[in-house]
DNA sequence: CTAATAGTGTCTGTAAGACAATATTTT
DNA sequence: AAAATATTGTCTTACAGACACTATTAG
């Protein structure tokens, strides 16, 4: 067949079926360490190996509502999640059944307790991001991307306040960014950073109950701020290997 | 129908069959200003309104080479040319004849010869993308997503090179940067800031063969560097109204 | 010659990062 | 009391942006 069949002639739906589906890379900080939700395949193919929460898409739902619907259905979570889009993956091969298209989103939401299982899975549960075990299809590559996402927009949005609860402290927002980015911060530096960038967090005029576990002085709590983008940044320490 | 009857027997080949499509947003700088190529509708819906280029991924065709083929269509293009992917749109009614899902792809392109129209397009053409026809399906928000997507990058990657030719100067780059941002840029901290980044351009050792139309020293050559960020970025005048 | 442009120098304000200091709380 | 932590202060360096200046070329 040439091009000019295809461009006059092309019709979908004499082809086999593409399906879509979404996936989910839902992250949370629980324990000091950086988490994603899997849930355990319980049929083929790749049976009992992990898996990001998804499914195929539904007549008349649009694509935020499924992904929001797949990591409802894993977490029972409905609001309180920040959820956006990733992206979209379609090798022909990635999955074996058939032309599977995904498209993939990025969710973060603070310590939350352990996720049910749905019915076509024999376990959710959250796993280390450091720890983890074999992914099923490409979900390791996706994991991948949403890691990356997550390390960048922590530079230039608040979303680390998706990760923390309703109102924190300085010392639990840079927490979050320690554990997200890997690295120790410096905690003076830090604090002054955080309160001289406009709009981040807002003061909730309370403190703590009591000091830390191990001491110190009870601290200010914060809620987040009305920014959409942090400015200036918060930069990473200089990362000279993704330069070049 | 209940969640548990979906998650057990959900087969998609039971519901009528998804279509999935690639669209590019092809970018280029034509005569001082970003343009962008869109073709003529020629078939309904939205016959006559001009549309971004795209297509069905067809059996066997991975993403990436669905996008890269379609914009080979229009413009014959097939190195030289940075592609991305940029966002899917899945909205049920998008489409009036069926569901579609469309994977949206960003290019980049130095100045163009005129497009060649492909056989299922009335015509092909680079429109300015400050004065553009009324477009079809979503894709008015898809192009305004492609062109969010391309300001921020020239901030932190050295992307602004892809629209440049082979080799450049710094005030042609300066005018990239100029006519995407919509901004004036001032020229001597320009000129020392490109050349204070590590990895952004390097020097050909050449100039150009004579000074600007209206007069003017000639320009050393540059060709793009090995950097794949830019740090520090260059940072977008300030955008109040963004941050909020 | 005049105007325009390439490229460099200088100065100022802002912000990042190193480091120190103080106050408050737990054990 | 000792250790840990919150918060603030100080200093140095890097860098963005304003502005000025010189050199080179077109017309």
Chains 1, 2 share one sequence.
Request: proline share 7%; no cysteine.
């Amino acid at each position: 067949m040439d091009e000019s069949e295809f461009l006059a002639g092309y019709d979908p739906r004499a082809y086999p079926a593409v399906a879509v589906t979404v996936d989910v890379v839902a992250l949370t900080i629980r324990g000091g360490a950086l988490h994603v939700l899997l849930v355990q395949r319980g049929e083929q193919p790749y049976a009992g190996l992990w898996a990001l929460p998804g499914g195929f898409i539904r007549p008349g739902e649009d694509l935020p509502e499924a992904a929001a619907r797949e990591l409802d259905e894993e977490t029972g979570l409905t609001g309180r999640v920040h959820i956006e889009q990733l992206a979209s993956y379609g090798a022909p091969e990635r999955d074996p059944r058939m032309r599977i298209v995904s498209i993939s989103y990025l969710a973060f939401a603070p310590d939350l307790p352990d996720p049910r299982a749905g019915s076509d899975a024999a376990d959710a549960a959250w796993h280390r991001v450091d720890r983890l075990p074999k992914l099923a299809f490409d979900h390791e590559r996706i994991l991948g991307h949403g890691l990356e996402r997550a390390r960048d927009k922590l530079e230039y949005t608040p979303l680390a306040t998706a990760f923390a609860g309703e109102r924190f402290t300085i010392s639990e927002l840079r927490a979050v960014y320690e554990t997200v980015w890997g690295v120790p911060l410096h905690a003076g530096n830090f604090h002054r950073k955080i309160l001289s960038v406009p709009g981040f967090v807002e003061s909730t005029g309370e403190t703590t109950e009591s000091g830390g576990a191990r001491g110190g002085p009870r601290a200010k709590l914060y809620r987040a701020g009305d920014a959409r983008l942090l400015h200036p940044a918060l930069l990473r320490p200089s990362r000279e290997e993704e330069i070049r």
